[in-house]
């Protein structure tokens, strides 16, 4: 079964630091893995999807890489905000009609 | 355009009543997804819908969980009999029909079985 880790669960980081939150998952065998960010009380938001194929994705300030043969994905965010500050999740699509999600990390920017 | 959208957003039963979550997926998705966050848990698959295809079940926790999708676009999430684990959030998820495509989820239904 597809296992995902993040790593770490929570950060905090003054306000224009640039972090980045590491995703790794058991099997290489996926067809996407997708990054989410979760306000409190709220649903997920997508942010961005890589395919199996891909190496990386671009959206603003924010860029996920993949390495699927060692099993990993990161999520760059350059620069942050206060408004960066929720839950961020990964998760993987295999050959099963679902996605495997990680258990997330929780930024805090501090203004 | 309109993205997924859930009802109700907080619901408080009873334990031992039934309750029905309601999810309308995006206009044109064929695909459809109900998942469970629990305190501890992280998200979980529940069930998955596709087209006219027999769904995948295979995450549900228990027999008292059913659903359905009528039309292929409106489901109905079904848990009878509730017991304080059932205490969750349920999100939906829609995607147009393929692994390589993206999920878009709802805002979410709040179970809360006392």
Redo the contacts between chains.
């Keep these: 079964k597809q296992e995902v880790t993040q790593i770490p669960a929570a950060l905090s980081v003054p306000e224009g630091e640039n972090l980045v939150l590491n995703c790794s998952f058991t099997d290489s065998a996926i ?2 893995l ?1 990054w ?1 960010r979760q306000d409190p ?6 942010l961005l ?1 890589i ?1 199996s194929s891909q190496r990386e994705q671009t959206s603003g300030r924010l860029n996920a890489s993949l390495d699927k043969s060692s099993g990993r994905s990161t999520l760059y965010i350059a620069a942050s905000q206060p408004g960066d500050s929720a839950t961020y ?1 990964c ?1 993987v ?1 295999t ?10 990390t929780r930024l805090t920017v501090i203004p | 355009g309109a993205g997924v959208s859930q009802s109700p957003s907080n619901k408080v039963t009873e334990k031992g009543k039934d309750v029905e979550l309601r999810c309308d997926p995006i206009s044109g998705h064929t695909a459809l997804y109900w998942y469970r966050q629990s305190l501890g848990q992280g998200l979980e698959f529940l069930i998955y819908f596709q087209g006219n295809s027999a769904p995948d079940k295979s995450g549900l926790p228990s027999d008292r969980f059913s659903a359905e999708r009528t039309g292929g676009s409106v489901s109905t999430l079904t848990i009878q009999r509730t017991q304080q684990e059932d205490s969750a959030v349920y999100l939906c998820a829609s995607s147009l029909e393929g692994d390589t495509y993206e999920q878009y989820f709802g805002p979410g239904t709040r179970l809360t079985v006392t």
Excluded: I, M, P
């Design positions: 067809y996407n997708q989410f009380g709220k649903g997920l938001t997508s999807l395919q999740l998760a699509r050959g099963a009609n679902n996605l495997f999600f990680g258990t997330g």
